[in-house]
């Protein structure tokens, strides 16, 4: 059967294969199918949308409170910090109002050195008072965690390794050196 022979049959039986169909006229099942997807998928990409814009905010003001709490915590830091130091600061005051009325005297040497010597003392007691304590070094064996060794001494009047001077004295912060002490170490073994 060709393709006329068909159209003809076709004709003969009363369709009219030519004519053009109104646009949905076969498809209107197809047509209502879309609508209810589109209205389904608008419906969700609202909910989607909202859901998004209810995260993005949540994230914000949690990145803000994050924000405000580094502060706080910044702030709060550098207020203890300089409360400590004025507490420092105040436990030193007395020796230096005893400086200057040791500067304002006029005696002789043997008095401005007992005066030094007194103030020397309460320098130490206000360091102590803040845990700050002097390594003891002479005549103790060298350490290097404590001791910065400036100069090896020949000598056979102490041990080998064994500090003989101490040119700066240290100091330590409760466990924690705050300043190596400066010493010269005996080294005996080359004689």
């Known amino acids: 059967m060709s393709k006329v ?14 004519r053009e169909l109104p646009a949905g006229d076969g498809d209107e099942a197809t047509t209502e199918a879309r609508g209810a997807e589109s ?6 990409i609202q ?21 405000n709490a580094r502060r706080r915590a910044s702030k709060e830091q550098q207020e203890f910090r300089d409360y400590a130091v004025a507490d420092a600061i105040k436990s030193l005051l007395p020796v230096l109002d005893s400086l ?12 401005l050195r007992s005066g030094v010597e ?25 350490d290097p965690r404590y001791h910065e060794a400036i100069e090896m001494v020949e000598t056979r009047e102490a041990p080998d390794h064994q500090v003989v001077e101490e040119l700066q004295r240290g100091y330590k912060f409760k466990d924690r050196l705050l300043r190596p002490a400066m010493v010269k170490v005996a080294s005996n ?3």
């Open 5 to 18: 022979n068909g159209k003809s049959e076709a004709k003969n039986a009363g369709l009219d294969l030519d």
């Open 39 to 44: 209205s389904v998928t608008e419906s969700e």
């Open 47 to 67: 909910k989607l949308k909202a859901e998004r814009d209810s995260l993005l905010d949540r994230l914000a003001r949690a990145q803000a409170e994050f924000e």
């Open 100 to 111: 200057e009325r040791a500067l304002q005297v006029k005696s002789d040497e043997a008095e």
């Open 118 to 142: 007194l103030i020397y003392k309460q320098l130490l007691a206000a360091l102590a008072k803040l845990s700050v304590h002097p390594i003891v070094s002479k005549g103790e064996a060298f």
């Open 189 to 191: 073994h080359g004689k």
